[in-house]
């Protein structure tokens, strides 16, 4: 009798440890979160004064910015995430006797920059040929805005090398975001527009001008203002940073762009110099739902209450 009493006891055992598992793994998967979050990075101080620039998270509700680290670049101009999550930006190594930009990995917990290597080009004209925004398309191949002369380029992940596409022939000059939506259509914004741009030739298709209903520039220049950089949300909502005053000197805005008319909504004020921005995913991270776990907590109830009562009557 105690043998078979034992033995009852053993699979009501494990029966509830079944039980157990099977009522974890009902628990839905946005138990299981994986925050996405935006980081934005300060260039400013023009081409004459390169600032040095810090990584943020920004805020996608507010604009509002929480340092994370200084990168040990100067002029940040872009970031942009790979397909396997890792952080890109370009600016200026402050290493670098040529003062060029160049092309840089990011650690997204600290901010600190490791540089790839240098992304010199022939559109800067007479002046430092400058890199104003990145973004990667779905096949992991990383195009970049190239200025002052207005070009599409592709950069080399590990080299940090250009290749020219060609001129964007956009009849506006200051700002130049670029993204990538979900359909690897490739959209450009500046001073006056939104555009998309052809992923061979480099050249423009206007989608519509902006038009800025609550966005107020103290400054009143040619250029101003201006979106500098642009990112998709995992939803398909179009971000940017939108810059008043010549050479980042604000103030700056987080701003939502409309793919379809190119109307700029501004969300709030941001860090003083924001020149990208490029959204991430945090690490995933269990978060309760209380809904779940109270139906865990009675299915493990009724399974213990039921084990119980089978003990008693063995």
Known sequence: MYLIRRSRVGAWAVL????????????PMSAFAQEEVLYGCNGGGG???????????????????TLVGPMGIASCSGLAFDGSGVLYAVGRDPANPND?????????NTGAATLIGESHHSFGGEGVSRISDLS?????????YLEWEDGLGRLNKATGAVNE???TNTPSCCGNGIAFDAADTLFHANEEQLNTLHQTT??????????????????DEEGDPRINALDFNSGGTLFGSLNCGRGGSGPNYLVRVNTTTGKVRNIGVSVDGLDGIA????????????????LLGSGLAGLAGYASLRWRKS
Not at 100 to 106: A, C, D, G, H, Y
Not at 202 to 218: A, K
Not at 279 to 294: C, H, K, L, N, R
């Open 16 to 27: 509830l440890a079944i039980g157990c598992l099977v009522a974890l793994l009902a628990l």
């Open 47 to 65: 081409d004459d004064v390169p600032n040095p620039s810090n990584l943020y998270l920004i805020n996608p509700a507010t604009g509002a910015a």
């Open 100 to 108: 060029r930009f160049s092309l840089f990995t990011v650690n997204p």
């Open 136 to 144: 990667f398309r779905s096949d992991n191949r990383l195009f970049a």
């Open 165 to 167: 596409l060609g001129f």
């Open 202 to 219: 480099g050249q423009f298709t206007l989608v519509g001008l902006h038009t800025w209903p609550n966005v107020y520039c103290p400054v």
């Open 279 to 294: 959204f991430g995913e945090a690490e995933a991270e269990f978060v309760p739902e209380w809904g779940s776990i109270a």
